[in-house]
T-cell receptor
Framework: GQNIDQPTEMTATEGAIVQINCTYQTSGFNGLFWYQQHAGEAPTFLSYNVLDGLEEKGRFSSFLSRSKGYSYLLLKELQMKDSASYLCAVRDEGGFKTIFGAGTRLFVKA | NAGVTQTPKFRILKIGQSMTLQCTQDMNHNYMYWYRQDPGMGLKLIYYSVGAGITDKGEVPNGYNVSRSTTEDFPLRLELAAPSQTSVYFC???????????FGPGTRLTVT
């Protein structure tokens, strides 16, 4: 079966660092994506991991451990505009389908 | 480039009515997808296409149909609308299966 787990909500303070975890059990694996979705808007791409390790892109980093079925998204120097939902998504082995988690709603407070 | 465009933005349907949600992309992407997103939930794949003339079912295809006659267009057809189809529908496209997906702005559909 396919299952992706993320915390439902998180709250963090402006300027701080927050880590959003994602665990997955899928029948195949061909990469993991993180998307950001502001309320009432479409998702936008943040990062992609297919090999184990850390990918850094500005204030955002994403980590993958395929053996543990685990990923996290790290957001540094939080800004108010980072308040959004963060969706973890796994691409299946064939590369045709992407399974999305329910998302983590992040609230950034002053 | 307009990217991925969807029409309409909002629609209210009565139970049993039918409609077509339009999706067009101008990035020459081969792959196109339709998702639905219920409140507080992630995206569920309805149908996808890997090129003109080729479509396949996703996780939740019942009650929907698609066609892909051109690279640019991927319309989603709802036949006999039901309240369970009340949702936000997103169309997306990508160059290949390994690439990031670009999403349209969404269509908010209510069936009453």
């Amino acid at each position: 079966g396919q299952n992706i787990d993320q915390p439902t909500e998180m709250t963090a303070t402006e300027g701080a660092i927050v880590q959003i975890n994602c665990t997955y059990q899928t029948s195949g694996f061909n990469g993991l994506f993180w998307y950001q979705q502001h309320a009432g808007e479409a998702p936008t791409f943040l990062s992609y991991n297919v090999l184990d390790g850390l990918e850094e892109k500005g204030r955002f980093s994403s980590f993958l451990s395929r053996s543990k079925g685990y990923s996290y998204l790290l957001l540094k120097e939080l800004q108010m505009k980072d308040s959004a939902s963060y969706l973890c998504a796994v691409r299946d082995e064939g590369g045709f389908k992407t399974i999305f988690g329910a998302g983590t709603r992040l609230f950034v407070k002053a | 480039n307009a990217g991925v465009t969807q029409t309409p933005k909002f629609r209210i349907l009565k139970i049993g009515q039918s409609m077509t949600l339009q999706c067009t992309q101008d990035m020459n992407h081969n792959y196109m997808y339709w998702y639905r997103q219920d409140p507080g939930m992630g995206l569920k794949l309805i149908y996808y296409s890997v090129g003109a003339g080729i479509t396949d079912k996703g996780e939740v295809p019942n009650g929907y149909n698609v066609s892909r006659s051109t690279t640019e267009d991927f319309p989603l057809r709802l036949e006999l609308a039901a309240p369970s189809q009340t949702s936000v529908y997103f169309c997306a496209s990508s160059y290949s299966g390994q690439d990031e997906q670009y999403f349209g702005p969404g269509t908010r559909l209510t069936v009453t």
